[in-house]
Protein backbone atom coordinates (compact mmCIF):
# COMPACT_ATOMS: atom_id res chain seq x y z
CA UNK A 1 0.00 0.00 0.00
CA UNK A 2 1.03 3.56 -1.40
CA UNK A 3 -0.02 6.85 1.03
CA UNK A 4 -1.01 10.42 0.33
CA UNK A 5 -0.54 13.19 2.28
CA UNK A 6 -3.48 15.92 1.01
CA UNK A 7 -1.62 19.52 2.49
CA UNK A 8 -3.53 21.82 0.12
CA UNK A 9 -5.81 24.21 0.36
CA UNK A 10 -5.88 27.67 2.14
CA UNK A 11 -6.73 27.48 6.02
CA UNK A 12 -8.91 30.45 5.93
CA UNK A 13 -10.62 29.51 8.91
CA UNK A 14 -7.32 30.12 10.41
CA UNK A 15 -6.90 33.00 9.37
CA UNK A 16 -4.50 35.28 9.64
CA UNK A 17 -2.07 32.76 11.59
CA UNK A 18 -1.99 30.65 8.14
CA UNK A 19 -2.28 33.84 5.65
CA UNK A 20 2.14 33.47 5.16
CA UNK A 21 2.73 29.59 6.23
CA UNK A 22 0.39 26.55 4.80
CA UNK A 23 -2.01 24.95 7.84
CA UNK A 24 -0.97 21.80 8.15
CA UNK A 25 3.08 23.49 9.10
CA UNK A 26 2.03 25.65 12.10
CA UNK A 27 2.58 23.54 14.94
CA UNK A 28 0.25 21.11 16.99
CA UNK A 29 1.99 21.95 20.29
CA UNK A 30 5.69 20.51 19.72
CA UNK A 31 5.42 19.24 16.37
CA UNK A 32 4.67 20.32 12.58
CA UNK A 33 0.20 19.42 12.30
CA UNK A 34 1.56 17.57 9.35
CA UNK A 35 3.55 15.09 11.39
CA UNK A 36 0.67 13.57 12.81
CA UNK A 37 -1.11 12.14 9.20
CA UNK A 38 2.36 11.22 8.18
CA UNK A 39 2.79 8.90 11.77
CA UNK A 40 -0.42 7.57 11.20
CA UNK A 41 0.15 6.61 7.60
CA UNK A 42 3.78 4.92 8.87
CA UNK A 43 1.83 3.45 11.67
CA UNK A 44 0.03 1.28 8.78
CA UNK A 45 3.56 -0.10 7.88
CA UNK A 46 3.78 2.53 4.50
CA UNK A 47 6.85 3.62 3.23
CA UNK A 48 6.27 4.97 -0.13
CA UNK A 49 4.43 8.77 0.33
CA UNK A 50 3.46 11.51 -1.67
CA UNK A 51 2.26 14.55 -0.29
CA UNK A 52 0.07 16.79 -2.38
CA UNK A 53 0.72 20.91 -1.36
CA UNK A 54 0.04 23.95 -3.22
CA UNK A 55 2.86 25.36 -5.14
CA UNK A 56 3.98 28.40 -2.48
CA UNK A 57 4.40 25.73 -0.31
CA UNK A 58 6.38 22.85 -1.29
CA UNK A 59 9.84 24.05 -0.57
CA UNK A 60 8.66 24.71 2.61
CA UNK A 61 7.66 21.07 2.79
CA UNK A 62 10.86 20.11 1.42
CA UNK A 63 13.03 21.49 4.06
CA UNK A 64 11.02 20.45 6.61
CA UNK A 65 10.64 16.63 5.88
CA UNK A 66 12.99 16.24 3.18
CA UNK A 67 13.13 12.81 0.99
CA UNK A 68 11.34 10.91 4.80
CA UNK A 69 15.10 8.55 4.02
CA UNK A 70 15.77 10.21 7.40
CA UNK A 71 12.88 7.70 8.77
CA UNK A 72 13.58 5.18 6.73
CA UNK A 73 10.59 5.50 4.26
CA UNK A 74 10.62 7.35 0.59
CA UNK A 75 8.55 11.02 0.81
CA UNK A 76 7.75 12.49 -2.79
CA UNK A 77 5.89 15.61 -3.58
CA UNK A 78 3.27 16.67 -6.18
CA UNK A 79 1.74 20.60 -6.44
CA UNK A 80 -1.87 20.70 -6.31
CA UNK A 81 -2.55 24.12 -8.30
CA UNK A 82 -6.13 24.94 -7.37
CA UNK A 83 -7.86 23.11 -4.08
CA UNK A 84 -10.42 21.19 -6.35
CA UNK A 85 -11.82 18.88 -4.01
CA UNK A 86 -10.13 15.65 -1.49
CA UNK A 87 -10.38 13.44 -4.74
CA UNK A 88 -8.39 15.42 -6.86
CA UNK A 89 -5.29 14.60 -4.59
CA UNK A 90 -6.41 10.67 -6.14
CA UNK A 91 -6.02 12.14 -9.73
CA UNK A 92 -2.64 13.76 -8.82
CA UNK A 93 -0.85 10.74 -7.75
CA UNK A 94 -2.36 8.52 -9.93
CA UNK A 95 1.43 8.05 -11.47
CA UNK A 96 2.36 7.67 -7.85
CA UNK A 97 -0.22 5.37 -6.96
CA UNK A 98 0.07 2.98 -10.18
CA UNK A 99 -1.93 -0.56 -9.99
CA UNK A 100 -1.39 -0.26 -5.51
CA UNK A 101 -3.89 0.22 -3.15
CA UNK A 102 -3.36 3.67 -1.28
CA UNK A 103 -4.31 5.23 1.82
CA UNK A 104 -5.21 8.99 1.47
CA UNK A 105 -5.38 11.25 4.57
CA UNK A 106 -5.66 14.99 5.58
CA UNK A 107 -2.85 16.87 6.39
CA UNK A 108 -4.53 17.85 9.10
CA UNK A 109 -6.35 14.88 10.32
CA UNK A 110 -5.62 14.08 14.13
CA UNK A 111 -6.55 10.86 15.54
CA UNK A 112 -4.92 8.68 18.55
CA UNK A 113 -6.31 6.16 21.17
CA UNK A 114 -6.04 3.08 22.43
CA UNK A 115 -7.21 0.81 19.77
CA UNK A 116 -6.21 3.01 17.03
CA UNK A 117 -3.22 0.77 15.90
CA UNK A 118 -5.48 -2.58 16.13
CA UNK A 119 -7.64 -0.62 13.66
CA UNK A 120 -4.58 0.05 11.45
CA UNK A 121 -3.56 -2.99 11.19
CA UNK A 122 -7.29 -4.37 10.01
CA UNK A 123 -6.64 -2.44 6.81
CA UNK A 124 -3.15 -2.11 6.14
CA UNK A 125 -3.16 -5.82 3.83
CA UNK A 126 -6.36 -4.31 1.83
CA UNK A 127 -6.44 -5.05 -1.66
CA UNK A 128 -10.48 -4.74 -2.46
CA UNK A 129 -12.92 -2.14 -2.29
CA UNK A 130 -12.98 0.99 0.27
CA UNK A 131 -12.63 1.34 4.01
CA UNK A 132 -13.44 4.80 5.37
CA UNK A 133 -12.81 5.34 9.18
CA UNK A 134 -15.37 6.76 11.07
CA UNK A 135 -16.17 8.65 14.47
CA UNK A 136 -19.31 9.78 16.59
CA UNK A 137 -19.76 13.46 17.18
CA UNK A 138 -22.17 15.75 18.57
CA UNK A 139 -22.46 17.96 16.03
CA UNK A 140 -22.97 15.93 12.64
CA UNK A 141 -24.30 18.32 10.67
CA UNK A 142 -21.07 19.56 10.26
CA UNK A 143 -19.53 16.62 8.67
CA UNK A 144 -19.95 14.29 6.09
CA UNK A 145 -21.91 11.47 7.79
CA UNK A 146 -22.33 7.41 6.95
CA UNK A 147 -25.91 6.24 7.51
CA UNK A 148 -26.54 2.71 8.85
CA UNK A 149 -29.51 0.04 8.45
CA UNK A 150 -30.94 -2.22 10.91
CA UNK A 151 -27.70 -4.44 10.60
CA UNK A 152 -25.19 -2.12 10.96
CA UNK A 153 -24.04 -2.08 7.22
CA UNK A 154 -23.75 1.48 5.67
CA UNK A 155 -26.45 2.23 3.12
CA UNK A 156 -26.10 6.31 2.37
CA UNK A 157 -23.49 8.80 2.49
CA UNK A 158 -24.76 12.63 3.45
CA UNK A 159 -22.41 15.65 3.18
CA UNK A 160 -23.44 18.13 5.74
CA UNK A 161 -27.46 17.22 6.50
CA UNK A 162 -29.52 19.39 7.83
CA UNK A 163 -31.17 16.76 9.65
CA UNK A 164 -28.59 14.52 10.43
CA UNK A 165 -30.00 10.22 10.95
CA UNK A 166 -26.37 9.27 12.44
CA UNK A 167 -23.85 10.25 14.37
CA UNK A 168 -21.09 8.75 12.73
CA UNK A 169 -18.81 11.12 10.91
CA UNK A 170 -16.41 10.11 8.30
CA UNK A 171 -13.45 11.79 8.99
CA UNK A 172 -10.16 12.02 6.60
CA UNK A 173 -8.81 8.56 6.28
CA UNK A 174 -9.74 6.69 3.64
CA UNK A 175 -8.17 3.60 1.80
CA UNK A 176 -8.65 2.34 -1.45
CA UNK A 177 -8.13 -0.47 -3.67
CA UNK A 178 -6.21 0.27 -7.68
CA UNK A 179 -9.22 1.48 -8.85
CA UNK A 180 -9.48 4.52 -6.99
CA UNK A 181 -7.68 7.29 -9.59
CA UNK A 182 -9.86 5.51 -12.05
CA UNK A 183 -13.13 6.37 -10.13
CA UNK A 184 -12.15 9.90 -9.34
CA UNK A 185 -11.43 10.59 -13.15
CA UNK A 186 -14.85 9.60 -14.13
CA UNK A 187 -16.53 11.83 -10.63
CA UNK A 188 -18.52 15.23 -12.15
CA UNK A 189 -17.60 18.54 -9.85
CA UNK A 190 -19.93 19.67 -7.22
CA UNK A 191 -21.94 22.96 -6.96
CA UNK A 192 -18.96 24.66 -5.26
CA UNK A 193 -16.70 23.48 -8.68
CA UNK A 194 -14.95 20.25 -6.97
CA UNK A 195 -14.33 16.78 -6.88
CA UNK A 196 -16.02 15.26 -3.75
CA UNK A 197 -14.72 12.49 -2.01
CA UNK A 198 -18.02 11.57 -0.72
CA UNK A 199 -18.92 11.03 -4.31
CA UNK A 200 -16.30 8.52 -4.67
CA UNK A 201 -16.93 6.71 -1.49
CA UNK A 202 -20.54 6.58 -2.64
CA UNK A 203 -19.63 4.93 -6.00
CA UNK A 204 -17.58 2.07 -3.73
CA UNK A 205 -21.20 1.91 -1.71
CA UNK A 206 -23.53 1.46 -4.61
CA UNK A 207 -21.26 -2.03 -5.80
CA UNK A 208 -21.41 -2.85 -2.39
CA UNK A 209 -17.23 -2.36 -1.64
CA UNK A 210 -17.55 0.58 1.27
CA UNK A 211 -16.71 -1.19 5.03
CA UNK A 212 -16.62 1.39 7.51
CA UNK A 213 -14.32 1.45 10.17
CA UNK A 214 -15.65 2.33 13.59
CA UNK A 215 -13.46 4.31 16.23
CA UNK A 216 -15.19 3.89 18.99
CA UNK A 217 -14.45 4.61 23.02
CA UNK A 218 -10.89 4.77 23.88
CA UNK A 219 -10.01 7.09 20.77
CA UNK A 220 -10.20 10.72 19.52
CA UNK A 221 -10.21 12.64 16.29
CA UNK A 222 -9.99 16.27 16.72
CA UNK A 223 -10.99 18.51 13.76
CA UNK A 224 -8.73 21.29 13.79
CA UNK A 225 -10.20 23.81 11.46
CA UNK A 226 -11.06 26.38 14.23
CA UNK A 227 -8.38 28.20 16.26
CA UNK A 228 -10.57 26.72 19.24
CA UNK A 229 -10.23 23.50 17.90
CA UNK A 230 -6.87 23.58 17.42
CA UNK A 231 -6.10 24.61 20.68
CA UNK A 232 -8.23 21.54 22.62
CA UNK A 233 -5.69 19.58 20.26
CA UNK A 234 -2.56 20.94 21.93
CA UNK A 235 -3.90 20.71 25.13
CA UNK A 236 -5.16 16.90 24.11
CA UNK A 237 -0.98 16.18 23.17
CA UNK A 238 -0.02 17.70 25.80
CA UNK A 239 -2.42 16.38 28.54
CA UNK A 240 -0.98 12.80 27.31
CA UNK A 241 2.78 13.73 26.98
CA UNK A 242 2.71 14.96 30.56
CA UNK A 243 0.47 12.65 32.60
CA UNK A 244 1.54 9.53 30.53
CA UNK A 245 5.31 10.44 29.19
CA UNK A 246 3.71 9.46 25.54
CA UNK A 247 4.54 11.71 22.46
CA UNK A 248 1.89 11.16 19.86
CA UNK A 249 2.98 11.79 15.99
CA UNK A 250 6.58 11.06 16.72
CA UNK A 251 7.74 10.32 13.24
CA UNK A 252 10.87 9.22 14.61
CA UNK A 253 9.35 6.93 17.51
CA UNK A 254 6.65 5.42 14.67
CA UNK A 255 10.04 4.81 12.81
CA UNK A 256 12.23 3.07 14.91
CA UNK A 257 9.44 0.86 16.63
CA UNK A 258 8.58 -0.12 12.89
CA UNK A 259 12.02 -1.23 12.29
CA UNK A 260 12.41 1.04 9.54
CA UNK A 261 15.26 2.55 11.40
CA UNK A 262 17.83 1.48 13.56
CA UNK A 263 18.64 2.60 17.11
CA UNK A 264 21.64 4.34 16.01
CA UNK A 265 20.05 6.02 13.50
CA UNK A 266 17.69 7.06 16.28
CA UNK A 267 20.19 8.53 18.45
CA UNK A 268 21.34 10.71 15.82
CA UNK A 269 18.06 11.76 15.10
CA UNK A 270 17.86 12.73 18.63
CA UNK A 271 21.42 14.07 18.99
CA UNK A 272 20.38 16.55 16.42
CA UNK A 273 17.71 18.22 18.29
CA UNK A 274 19.09 17.12 21.79
CA UNK A 275 18.33 20.99 23.08
CA UNK A 276 14.87 20.71 22.76
CA UNK A 277 12.36 18.31 25.20
CA UNK A 278 11.25 16.81 21.94
CA UNK A 279 15.29 15.54 21.26
CA UNK A 280 15.33 14.55 25.06
CA UNK A 281 11.97 12.34 24.76
CA UNK A 282 13.90 10.30 21.27
CA UNK A 283 17.18 9.52 23.60
CA UNK A 284 15.03 7.92 26.50
CA UNK A 285 13.64 5.77 24.03
CA UNK A 286 17.22 4.55 23.85
CA UNK A 287 17.65 4.39 27.41
Known amino acids: MKGIILSGGRGTRLY????????????????????????????????????VTTPEDEERYRQLL???????????????????????????????????????ILGDNFIHGDGLYQSLARVRDHTTGAINFAY???DPQRYGIVEFD????????VEKPAKPKSSWAVIGLYIYDQRASEF???????????????DLNQRYLDLGELRIEKLGIGNAWLDTGTHDS??????????????????IGCPEEVAWRS?????????????????????????????
Not at 22 to 29: A, G, V
Not at 75 to 91: D, H, K, T, V
Request: glycine share 8%.
Open 136 to 138: RVS
Open 150 to 157: AAGRPVRL
Open 259 to 287: NFISAAQLEKLAHEMRASTYGQYLKALLA
Open 184 to 198: AAALQPSARGELEIT
Open 16 to 51: PATKAVSKQLIPLYDKPMVYYPLATLMQMGIREILL
Open 66 to 104: GDGSQWGIGISYCRQPRPEGIAQALLLGRDFVKDRSVAL
Open 230 to 247: WLEACHYVQTIFHRQGQM
